[in-house]
């Protein structure tokens, strides 16, 4: 039937929004019935372009009628469909601005969400942008209380972080999850995540960060207590004996091998190039001459 062909329904909706000498007002309400009417039509049709443009379109008709949570699914529909187009730049735009309609009917949960579909979608093609969305999304949640819901969330940033190279943004982010972590009494998520940053210290070659980020997260307890501290302090010490096997045989047992996948193949793949020169630099550090007592006054 005519009456079906999206095309004519989008183009019927179009003249209902737009002003002319003889409609002094646009009809949103009718036109987005029949947006949302030439949205499904394509979608079943295959066209994802059009159907992207009547999502759009609906989900902007859904905002005129003060109806928020409707113009958010429709503007998330539209992003999925831009992601099938390899519309990267949309894919941001368009989950961004889902986001920010639930956060207009304050619903944080979803507005989070919405930003980690739109950071999944992006990582590969727009990582930085994705990067930021990750964290977005778990700033929405920590202002909400939500800290636990964000766990996922700031793993998949480090990931990506990791792939970028770019070691000490992933550690960071894996601090932070150990941070949320203890507001939540999540004490296993807690001390994994600091085993973790440490791991990605020493894979970045960093042994003095690696060394300053475990005595800072020992300060904390429940770190401190843990078998992912053992295991810390044990790769720590092989690190400073120089002990290549030692180093080994710890990237393989049970404290990192219930790590984060990504974070188990760094640990697999720890340089141990240079471990006999940190050794010599320790040795000569304890062989330094003592301080007089006059330097201490």
Not at 234 to 243: H, I, R, S
Request: aromatic share 8%.
């Amino acid at each position: 039937m005519a009456a079906s062909d999206p095309n004519k329904l989008l183009s019927k909706a179009d003249k209902l929004t737009t002003l002319s000498l003889t409609r002094w007002s646009a009809d949103w309400k009718s036109a987005t019935a029949l947006y949302e009417q030439a949205a499904n039509g394509f979608r079943v049709a295959r066209n994802h372009e059009k159907a992207k443009i009547a999502y759009e379109k609906a989900s902007k008709g859904q905002e005129m009628l003060s109806s928020p949570w409707d113009a958010a699914k429709h503007m998330e529909s539209a992003a999925a469909l831009a992601k099938d187009l390899s519309h990267w730049q949309e894919v941001l735009d368009f989950y961004r601005r889902a986001s920010e309609l639930y956060m207009e009917c304050g619903r944080p949960q979803p507005a989070s969400d919405a930003l980690a579909k739109g950071a999944r979608a992006l990582e590969d093609n727009m990582s930085e942008e994705a990067i930021q969305l990750y964290t977005d999304a778990c700033t929405i949640l920590e202002d909400d209380g939500r800290e636990q819901m964000a766990f996922d969330l700031y793993r998949a940033a480090a990931n990506v972080y990791i792939k970028l190279e770019k070691y000490t943004d992933a550690a960071s982010f894996m601090l932070r999850l150990g941070v949320a972590a203890d507001k939540c009494n999540a004490t296993n998520s807690q001390s994994k995540a600091y085993l973790s940053a440490i791991v990605i210290y020493l894979y970045a070659n960093d042994f003095k960060q690696a060394e300053k980020c475990y005595n800072d997260c020992s300060q904390v307890d429940a770190f401190l207590r843990s078998d992912q501290n053992r295991c810390a302090s044990k790769l720590l010490a092989a690190y400073t004996d120089g002990d290549v096997e030692e180093i080994k045989r710890i990237a393989q047992s049970s404290g990192i091998s219930h790590l984060d996948h990504v974070i188990i193949k760094l640990a697999r793949k720890l340089p141990t190039g240079d471990v006999s020169g940190l050794k010599a630099d320790n040795a000569a550090e304890d062989e330094e001459e003592p301080l007089d007592e006059n330097d201490l006054t």
